[in-house]
């Protein structure tokens, strides 16, 4: 029986919702059972978590083509249903500069690359509410790495290999060459079991991506189904791809693979047992030099913190690293990157005067109720970060094409008797001394406060008295000196502290009231540079 007629009886292409290859098998899953034709014997129907589904045997006239023909119809209306969700709405929440989706769920960063000239980045988006389920990526450009144009919905969920989400990978600048390398995800049955393989894509002359299909379709041994976000570097005369693992025994580990030619891919082996224990999984691994030191940058879930306040899993880690003759990674020195509520899942890039810029999701994975979900969107991407290598220190600051947003650089006095900025896009660049506490995004209800405490020399982060529905509520760090240095930028709901000329950063999604747009000190008086950033359109498609 053709795929074709599989397609027929279950109501024409217009009513398929996925389709899926569990072994020896073709099942689609439809949007209405009413539609469904009178079905022969060999066809089986169930409903499977909600869903409606008819299978049957795979045989040798299906090939993967016919599966892929498929999947371009699939993905068709998957672009036009998620273009109806491309108006922004409106939202005293939105942020002025930062990249949000204009509706649903922004997750994770993808794809960070300068290419013939231009900067690509994408996002995985959940167009239709906010929730986790079933990825796009979504393509922004920029000039400056600061103002983003829309692009296109560059890749679906509509492939046997994908149908439950593109989840996040890199991109590969080769030449005039565009390639997109992410994990398809797909779950299978009424206990979801995972399929995951790691596939690539290939932009088109029209300025499209063209999916070539699985890459890597097998799990290298003793490890689980969790292996994904794929990080693909040239060095050593061949193609590395770094993946996040999991093994059977449930420890975190990063799984390499190489190549000569970008699809055929060898299997290495997995690398971090010398930091074991360290988490159940790691995830979105990245590898880069600064002043000719190596890092790898990855997610390890499952690290818990001795710190009654710090409560969520899923951290982020940056590890110097060395490779020994035989081209095998050890694991030395490692930090956090952002101590702060709202980090995960960094993707970094380099410009062309060499400058390695990092950008993150200003989210966490299991954290899908804040107060713009009300309004219909949630998650926004954090600023961008060039990172250095300065005495032995990961040094993070603002890139310095954020001076393309200041107005109104002005002088503040702060006490407690606290000024009006009217306003909660800024930045604002001050010294706190110890035992001063500093309250922002004010009004009679709400703010957030940063205090040095005296006692404990412990700067801490607190959002308890603001809108803030879900997620921890304080962070501490712990400092060695009499004052620390700030530089905070604020964009209407987050807040991102670079603390000591950008030794540290704390990072959080603050909700507060619309008139909540004071600044005061309580227990010292300072000066502060403040300048207004100004709005832009955070990427969104022109409507």
Sequence with gaps: MSLDLLIDLAG?????????????????????????????????TESVLGEWQLSMVRDETITDEHLAATGRQIAEQQREQASAHLQPIAC???????????????????????????YYLFYQWHPFACEHKDKYWVLLKSQDLIHWQWQSIALTPSDWFDSHGVFSGHAVSDGEDLWLFYTGNTRLGHDRQRQTMQCVARATKEGTFEKLGPVIRTLPPGVTEHIRDPKVVYQ?????????AQTETLQGRLAVYHSSNLQDWQFDRLYGEELAPYGYMWECPDWFELEGQAFIVFGPQGIRSEN??????????????????????????????????????????????GRRVLCGWMGLPDEIDHPSCDNGWIHQFT????????????????????????RNVQTLTLNELGVDVATKSFELILNLPLGGELHLMENAQHKVVLSFDADSKVLRFDRSQTEIRQGDTVRELALESEEVHLQILADHSSLEIFINQGEQVMTGRVFTATDATRISLIGAEVTAEFAQLSAMNGGFAPC
Excluded at 14 to 28: E, Q, S
Excluded at 236 to 244: P, S, T
Excluded at 383 to 406: D, N
């Design 383 to 406: 600023a961008l970060r060039e990172l250095s290598w300065q005495q032995g220190k990961v040094i993070q600051r603002p890139v310095a094409e954020l001076e393309l947003l200041r």
């Design 12 to 44: 024409g292409i217009t009513n398929i919702l996925r389709i899926l290859a569990p072994k020896g098998r073709i099942t689609v899953a439809v949007h209405d059972a009413q539609r469904v034709k009178t079905l022969p014997d060999h066809i089986v």
């Design 308 to 353: 009654p306040h710090h409560t969520i899993e899923h951290q982020n880690r940056i590890f110097t690293v060395e490779q020994d003759e035989q081209g095998h990674f050890h694991f030395l020195q490692g930090w956090q990157l952002d101590a702060g509520f709202d980090f995960y899942a960094p993707q970094t890039a380099q410009t062309p005067d």
């Design 236 to 244: 050593q005369g061949r193609w590395h791809m770094l993946l996040g």
């Design 92 to 118: 005293p929440y939105r942020p002025q500069w930062h990249i949000s989706p204009p509706q649903g769920l922004l997750n994770d960063p993808n794809g960070f690359i300068c290419h013939q000239g231009e």
